[in-house]
């Protein structure tokens, strides 16, 4: 099966030219705005293929398209083939505007669009003001699930940085750590709405917020004078909330060791993946963060068949199992948008609108997920796994969920 560039080990960004762009559909997918039935759906990805955040886009689009083909090699949904076409948005926020228009004029029936809040807004904003229905791959900030944001269209096929930092805040207090300190990544929405609802769950539980940095983030990371006053703390936290992605968090998390902070690190699911382990290298250890699921570069976790069953497919249309848990998230997003269409009356922008807003459970490789609702655009229930990384390698560290997101008067229609 054809897909998306793989990505290179470490921090290298992926290189376009590695296959080209996938196109599955170039034919218009003749729904309208009338309500009649076609008879496949059209989905336009908008996804980077280079450029920086081609490492959060490239897996989950290839477990997409595996998704797809297995779907359609079951009959498709309804009898309704899936076709994609795909451009590559080369992690370029007027590059996705651009592609999001082009993919619509060629009569997509739902556009995907690309991990992160800040890249995807351009190509929801299209889709919006078309009536056509956007969902990112896994965009993390909650403004991309907030129906007032960018429109009553957007969707994110993410449990969010909310839930992410909430979950970290309260592994970390149920573990027995009551203080802390956060190093926060300034460079995307993600990073910093991760860090405002760590700290807010964490103070919630009772625990105590000792001190707070802040560092550019970005490809080019320095946080030697940060690392050096967290060092210079006369007493030092229980743990270091680094509220980050890669390569940037990882390259933090090596400049505290080499800096001699010794603490424990807690992070949200962008530093998840093989990547962490090759930047931060044999000083890879007391390092904890939140992920969709533990697998492939990870020990200690129960299998499960369908998780297996997974990463076997994935392995086989792809040469190489997944780097990350991310890739997971791509897969679950069309099962999501599967059975949205299996309900909806119509193809038409509202009708499959309304009919995401109502998906309820999904089943997936790793349980029943919920999705969506007419308020929360993104994942609403799912636990996040905690991954330990100790003398270089990844292990399962447990689950879990949190009951409440702290509401932070920003206007999360997600939050309690």
Known sequence: MLGFARPLSGSKALVAAAIAPLVLATACSGSDDSGSDADEIVIGFALSQSGNMAPFDVEPGNAALLRVKEINDAGGIDGKKIKVI???????????????????????DLLVTPCDFDLSAPGATVAQSSGIPAVSICAGDPKMADTTTLGDYVFSANAGSDVEGASGAAWAFEKGWKTAYVLQDESIEYTKSAGRYFTAKFEDLGGKIVGKDAFPGGDNVDINSQASRLKGLSTQPDFVYVASWNPGGSTAIRQLREAGVTIPVVAPAALDGQALLDIVGDKASDIYYTAFACYVYCSGADSADEL??????YEADYGSKPASSYALLGYNMVTAIADAVGDAKSLSGSDLKDALEGDGSVSTPIGDVNYFSSSCHKIIDMPMTVV???NGAMTFAGQQRVDTIPDLGDGNACAS
């Open 86 to 108: 795909s451009k590559d948005v080369r992690s370029s926020p007027d590059t996705v505007g651009t592609a999001a228009t082009e993919l619509i004029s060629e009569g997509i």
């Open 388 to 390: 330990e990384v100790a």
């Open 308 to 313: 297996d069953a997974f990463v076997k497919a």
